[in-house]
């Protein structure tokens, strides 16, 4: 009876060993699509989710954000703070969208929103208006109340362009027109003007 015994453990050893690697696969593919520091998915998933969304015509609304006095943080409270400011400021970007909907890092103080419906301009812009809203409100961080900005252009699929990467050129190109005439409130290095 100790040959049928052994077969056993090895079945079960074997199933153990597959279910483990399965489970190894997703750990891997999730690291492979999302961003270390903040958990939000990354731009490879953001350029795979993209041409998906090509592929099967489905409506999206894409937002492209860029913080706005970023920089000026991590120079005086150095990459800690900002590296808590940019996990803050995920999870505030992540209040802002349903479940379904997707939040991208993009790279440094750059996000995108992956918004899966068909919204018209108006949705749209209280959208926009929202999450400048959410991260005009103070960071209170190490003892420290931190301001930043945020510059934020969107675009549409397929009501913009029928070409993904069409739109998310659209939404970049907003956003920094925006960014633009935020520079224009003065100098950019000096404190907030509210």
Same mark, same amino acid.
């Given at each position: 009876?100790?040959?049928?015994?052994? /077969?056993r453990l090895r079945?079960?050893?074997?199933?153990?060993? @597959?279910?483990?690697?399965?489970e190894a696969r997703?750990?891997?593919?999730?690291?492979?699509?999302?961003?270390?520091?903040?958990? @939000?998915?990354?731009?490879?998933?953001?350029? /795979?989710? @993209?041409?998906?969304?090509?592929?099967?015509?489905?409506? *999206?609304?894409?937002?492209?954000?860029?913080?706005?006095?970023?920089?000026?943080?991590?120079?005086?409270?150095?990459?800690?703070?900002?590296?808590?400011?940019?996990?803050?400021? /995920?999870?505030?970007?992540?209040?802002?969208?349903?479940?379904?909907?997707?939040?991208?890092?993009?790279?440094?103080?750059?996000? /995108?929103?992956?918004?899966?419906?068909?919204?018209?301009?108006?949705?749209?812009?209280? @959208?926009?208006?929202?999450?400048?809203?959410?991260?005009?409100?103070? *960071?209170?961080?190490?003892?420290?109340?931190?301001?930043?900005?945020?510059?934020?252009?969107?675009?549409?699929?397929?009501?913009?362009?029928?070409?993904?990467?069409?739109?998310?050129?659209l939404a970049d190109?907003?956003?920094?027109?925006?960014?633009?005439?935020?520079?224009?409130?003065?100098?950019?290095?000096?404190?907030?003007?509210?």
């Amino acid at each position: 009876h100790g040959v049928r015994t052994d /077969a056993r453990l090895r079945v079960e050893e074997k199933e153990r060993a @597959l279910r483990q690697e399965g489970e190894a696969r997703q750990q891997m593919e999730d690291l492979a699509n999302t961003d270390g520091l903040t958990g @939000l998915y990354n731009e490879r998933y953001f350029d /795979a989710l @993209l041409k998906e969304n090509e592929l099967n015509r489905t409506p *999206f609304v894409l937002f492209y954000l860029d913080l706005d006095r970023f920089k000026p943080v991590n120079d005086r409270y150095g990459h800690d703070v900002g590296d808590q400011l940019l996990k803050e400021v /995920a999870s505030r970007l992540r209040g802002c969208v349903r479940e379904s909907d997707a939040v991208f890092r993009i790279g440094g103080d750059e996000f /995108a929103l992956l918004i899966g419906a068909d919204l018209d301009e108006a949705h749209c812009q209280q @959208l926009r208006d929202r999450i400048r809203q959410e991260l005009l409100q103070p *960071f209170y961080l190490e003892g420290e109340v931190l301001h930043v900005g945020v510059s934020c252009g969107y675009a549409a699929y397929p009501r913009d362009s029928s070409r993904a990467t069409e739109v998310r050129i659209l939404a970049d190109q907003r956003m920094y027109a925006q960014k633009e005439e935020h520079h224009g409130d003065g100098p950019a290095s000096g404190p907030a003007k509210r």
